[in-house]
């Protein structure tokens, strides 16, 4: 939440930080960067919930791991014709 402390507005803060989060993660397309904005915003209400990065942190680290290691696995599962 550095960029609130530089802009000094909080919710301007927010949507910048989710802005550059999405910037981030141009390399998935942009509807990839789109839903990364989105996502970013999430992650700043989760962050002002808590009160702790930790637990965004957590969330974010708990979404790549259903991403890249369970949906796959599950699709590979329910391919017919395979073992």
């Known amino acids: ?13 927010m ?16 509807r990839g960067g789109a839903a990364t904005t989105i996502a970013g915003m999430f992650l700043s209400l989760v ?8 637990v965004p942190i957590a969330v974010h680290l708990a979404t790549d791991w ?6 796959p696995r599950l ?4 391919r017919p014709g395979q073992p």
Do not use: C
């Open 1 to 13: 939440m550095l960029i609130t402390l530089a802009v000094g507005d909080a919710p301007l803060g």
């Open 15 to 30: 949507a910048a930080s989710a802005l550059v989060f999405g910037l981030a993660h141009l390399y998935l397309g942009w």
């Open 47 to 54: 962050y002002l919930a808590a009160g702790n990065l930790l």
């Open 66 to 71: 259903v991403g890249l290691l369970v949906l």
């Open 75 to 78: 699709v590979e599962w329910r």
